[in-house]
């Protein structure tokens, strides 16, 4: 298994409708949650750390994380043209370790 | 302006021939990494650096070296380079410590490699 999972194929969504993504992590000492985004061609950029259970809002973005489940997701809501981009998920452990996930390609349509 | 620098940013070379990517912060930060970037199979680190002189490999450490003589620079040696070392990498580096684990990554803008 590997160590963070990000399995669903390209999300499209309509301009305004809400995006979900999700993420599921083997490692149970992973203490902090990240997701990222990244346009084609350019470095990831942080758009959400969650380290609790529960969600956490951001503007239009809200990370949920389940530790029992060992599930991490993002929503998107009012999703716009500019967040067609792919969302890594990312988890880090006490050695410091960021680990990735493959990474969600999202397409919104106007 | 706090960033993460890479040089250079494209780079075309030939099988054997050494190189070095280098990478530096500005942000005082003493947890550096290096990633490669590969269709289909996400980033994978290749090492990383909790302080100066402290290395430690990643996922996919083969046919590179590192080294952390200044806090601020974590270059990155291809001694030998290969045709499947065609990639893209990222330099990255955060805060490290005892909240280290909550700390944002930084990443550099990317190195776009090809070995012919």
């Known amino acids: 298994q590997k160590e963070v999972e990000q399995n669903s194929g390209p999300l499209s969504v309509p301009e305004g409708a809400i995006a979900s993504l999700n993420c599921t992590y083997s490692?149970?000492?992973?203490?902090?949650f990240f997701w990222y985004r990244q346009y084609s061609g350019k470095s990831p950029e942080l758009i959400m750390s969650?380290?609790?259970?529960g969600d956490k809002e951001d503007g239009r973005f809200t990370a949920q994380l389940n530790k029992a489940s060992q599930y991490v997701s993002l929503l998107i809501r009012d999703s716009q043209p500019s967040d067609s981009a792919t969302y890594l998920c990312?988890?880090?452990?006490?050695?410091?370790?960021?680990?990735f996930g493959k990474g969600n390609q999202v397409v919104v349509i106007p | 302006e706090a960033q993460v620098t890479q040089n250079p940013r494209y780079l075309i070379t030939v099988t054997g021939k050494k190189l070095t990517v280098t990478c530096s912060q500005n942000?005082?930060?003493?947890?550096m990494s290096w990633y490669r970037q590969d269709p289909g199979l996400g980033l994978r680190q290749i090492y990383y650096s909790m302080n100066v002189e402290v290395t430690d490999k990643g996922d996919v450490p083969e046919g590179y070296k590192v080294s952390r003589k200044e806090k601020r620079n974590f270059p990155l040696i291809l001694e030998s380079p290969s045709p499947n070392q065609t990639s893209l990498y990222f330099c990255?580096?955060?805060?490290?410590?005892?909240?280290?684990?909550?700390?944002?990554?930084?990443f550099g803008p990317g190195t776009r490699l090809t070995v012919l």
């Open positions: 990255a580096s955060s805060l490290s410590g005892t909240s280290g684990i909550y700390n944002e990554q930084f």
């Open positions: 990312a988890t880090r452990g006490g050695n410091n370790r960021l680990a």
């Open positions: 942000m005082n930060h003493e947890y």
């Open positions: 969650i380290y609790s259970n």
């Open positions: 490692d149970r000492g992973s203490q902090s």
